[in-house]
């Protein structure tokens, strides 16, 4: 886990929440620019996931591995599933998808902090 | 008959139903995880605590697969299993807060659901409010 990376990420994570919202309440669908921001976010997730897991074969471990690695695996898969659910629908309610899933996007993150250094 | 069934059949997963499906996925993977993880490494500490996260993690299941599928026998087993959420959320969460002993650990369900913004009480009546509405609509 890479500080400044998580950080960016829950940044880029609700500006894509608020661009989505707002197009949740002028009545727009999810649109390719949606999409791309989207993939954007991925990517920065992905990032960190594979810095992770390069710290974790170098033998820093989080003391909970399991759940560090499943909350990481949500973390990756929650952009990609839920950007094809978002996009399917042609209405105001897919952009409401996306926005979901980028305010639980940084929620899910401060766990994951929490996992690899935990506060005692 | 037929068609105007097929037609409002997927009525179920569109619209609000869209975002229904996500934030009930979601729930269910974070109560069902949460609650596996805590029976298998700390099954001694709050048994009925865990067990009743998994419970709840499966109730989140079988409605996010309901809402999805969006047929007619669906609907029902959606409308069941919301109306199972919200009672569950309702009495554990009473529970919780007059009998705080029984459960020594929290649960997605403990103080209605506060640990997870309250969500966990506002999404059963959400689900309840929208499957009656599309039930509405279909016998017009």
């Known amino acids: ?23 949740t309440f002028r009545d727009r669908p999810m649109m390719v620019p949606h999409l791309v921001g ?14 992770s897991a390069v710290a974790m074969v170098g033998g820093e471990r989080p ?3 399991a759940m560090f690695v499943s909350y990481l695996a949500t973390v990756v898969l929650l952009p990609p599933a839920c950007a094809v659910w978002g996009f399917m629908e042609r209405s105001k309610w897919g952009p409401a998808v996306i926005a979901f899933a980028c305010l639980v996007l940084p929620v899910l993150l401060v766990r994951l902090e929490q996992l690899w250094n935990p506060v005692v | ?20 499906v996500a934030v009930y996925s979601v729930f269910a993977l974070a109560a069902t995880a949460r609650g596996s993880y805590q029976l298998a ?29 969006a047929d007619r026998t669906s609907r029902t087993v959606a409308l069941v299993s919301c109306g199972v959420e919200l009672a569950g959320v309702l009495f554990v969460g009473a529970l919780s807060v007059f009998v ?5 650990d ?3 369900w403990s103080r209605f659901g506060s640990g997870y913004g309250f969500v966990p009480l506002v999404l059963p009546v959400l689900g309840l409010w929208w499957i009656l509405r599309v039930h509405r609509m279909d016998r017009r």
């Open chain 2, 106 to 108: 929290d649960t997605v």
């Open chain 1, 1 to 23: 886990m890479v500080d400044w990376l998580t950080m960016t990420i829950q940044m880029a994570s609700l500006a894509m929440a608020g661009w989505c919202l707002v197009s």
């Open chain 2, 41 to 69: 490494t700390r099954f001694d500490e709050a048994p009925l605590a865990y067990g009743l996260s998994v419970a709840a993690g499966a109730v989140y299941l079988v409605a996010a697969v309901c809402l999805a599928r």
């Open chain 2, 1 to 20: 008959m037929s068609d105007t069934a097929a037609s409002s059949d997927r009525t179920l997963r569109t619209g609000p139903g869209r975002l229904l």
């Open chain 1, 38 to 51: 989207m993939g954007a976010l991925w990517l920065l997730v992905i990032g960190q996931a594979v810095v």
């Open chain 2, 100 to 104: 705080p002993g029984l459960l020594p």
């Open chain 1, 63 to 65: 003391a909970e591995t």
